[in-house]
């Protein structure tokens, strides 16, 4: 049976009905059109479904929707302002870290929630941080330079 | 990827928890980080008709270290562990396998109690918080018991949990002056993959620098994880050294009973969970000389 939930997405209130045995990223994909957040694996394992919920990343395939009741919820279609891309996005564009582009809302989240705790991480730091989202084109090092230029610690 | 039909329970308190396991007993599964059940689920592995999630339980969330016993909630998250300011000054053997275990993104939801319940003979946290002398409190409508962690693994994926019990809190003795821990897992990768050995190492010295307490638990070599008895016994009554280390790494190896698959064979296994053994104690004796 269908349970009314209410959530936050990108700083939009909504009110939705979800079954039990929903995703977290099905919700997202399918019943609110937003498909930037990728489907891959389902396993928790590659990181393409990545989402910041209540200012951590999480998988979102590992979520249940009904679980994310009350929560707040950020997706790759939250990081643009009125001022445009946000720096991690432009950094990937900028520096070649997108290829086909499958991983890069993970990758894009899961680099903005590094640098939001620590600002000029090192390289180590970086790889680790990333470390549950995979790049099939194997794309990491300009994926790397793109966080790292970012990064206060240039 | 389809999940199976379940109805969804969201208790807020332990109370009512309870009284939904009493009622569906096995036809329930608790939730938590959700990182095992859920690919279970997918997998069809697990179909359970109730789904009780713990999530929403406040008491489940504690950790309290200010008496002799350091308490941490089944809700705390590895993410916690492996960031508590605590748990690296008190328990950092824990902090270091909450810090390799998974990925950041399984770290941010998996907890310690669901590490615990899924009984994964490579688990990450099973070695040191055995290492440690922990037990755990199971509460279920009928009340409370402690089981330590020493029985309560009983093989992959089975524990002592009765289908109406749930692991509520971890329970450790606060290290004493003069005691350490280590742990190190090897794995291919240092991002989710699973470990081929990992080993918990952890001694605490007498007034003259005797070891008068060792306990030495490896992972990955056996159904569930265990105590590499004859190890122990190596260490107990002597003087710490690497001499010492290299032949409780020996009985310790002798103690293992790895398979071969493909993560490694068995023949390799044997001799790492030697060589962690001594490795681990380097570093648990390190930190024993260093804590007064």
């Known amino acids: 049976m269908k349970k009314l939930i209410n959530l936050t997405i990108n700083d939009r209130n909504y009110e939705v009905a979800v079954e039990p045995n929903q995703t977290l990223v099905d919700l997202l994909r399918y019943q609110l059109g937003l498909t930037g957040t990728k489907k891959g694996c389902e396993m928790g394992d590659c990181g393409s479904c990545t989402v910041i919920m209540d200012g951590k990343a999480v998988n979102s395939c590992l979520v249940l929707a009904i679980q994310a009741n009350g929560r707040n919820i950020l997706t790759i279609e939250g990081l643009e302002t009125d001022q445009g891309l946000h720096p991690v996005q432009e950094a990937f564009v900028e520096k070649g870290a997108i290829q086909c582009g499958f991983c890069s809302s993970g990758m894009i989240l899961s680099a903005k929630t590094l640098l939001d705790q620590n600002p000029a991480p090192s390289e180590t730091e970086i790889r680790r941080a990333l470390s549950g989202n995979l790049c099939r084109c194997t794309g990491y090092q300009k994926i790397i330079e793109a966080v790292k230029s970012v990064s206060t610690q240039k | ?292």
């Open chain 2, 1 to 292: 990827m389809l999940l199976p039909k379940f109805d969804f329970h969201e208790p807020t308190t332990l109370k009512e928890a309870c009284q939904i396991l009493a009622e569906y007993g096995t036809k329930a599964r608790l939730i938590a980080g959700g990182t095992d059940l859920m690919v279970n689920m997918k997998k069809k592995i697990l179909s359970p008709k109730q789904v009780v999630s713990i999530s929403r339980i406040p008491e489940l969330k504690k950790l309290d270290a200010s008496g002799d016993i350091i308490r941490i909630g089944a809700c705390f998250t590895v993410a916690e562990l492996s960031s508590s300011d605590v748990i690296q000054k008190l328990l950092s053997s824990l902090g270091e396998g909450a810090k390799n275990l998974g990925t950041p993104l399984i770290r941010n939801l998996a907890t310690i109690g669901g590490n615990l319940g899924s009984a994964r003979p490579a688990a990450d946290l099973p070695p040191s918080l055995m290492a440690y002398g922990a037990q755990v409190v199971l509460n279920s409508i009928s009340g409370e018991r402690k089981v330590s962690l020493d029985k309560f693994f009983l093989g992959p994926g089975f524990t002592a949990l009765k289908p109406d019990e749930i692991l509520t809190e971890i329970q450790i003795p606060a290290p004493q002056p003069r005691s350490g821990a280590g742990y190190i897992n090897i794995g291919i990768r240092k991002g989710q993959d699973c470990n081929i050995v990992n080993v918990a190492s952890f001694i605490e010295l007498n007034h003259d620098g005797i070891i008068q307490n060792a306990r030495i638990v490896m992972g990955c070599v056996g159904p569930t994880p265990f105590r590499a008895g004859s190890a122990e016994k190596v260490l107990i009554g002597q003087k710490p050294g690497s001499e010492l280390f290299l032949r409780a790494g020996s009985a310790a190896s002798s103690d293992s009973t790895p398979i071969d698959d493909l993560r490694g064979s068995a023949a390799y296994k044997k001799e790492m969970a030697g060589l962690l053994t001594r490795k681990t104690l380097d570093i648990a004796f390190h930190e024993a000389t260093h804590r007064q």
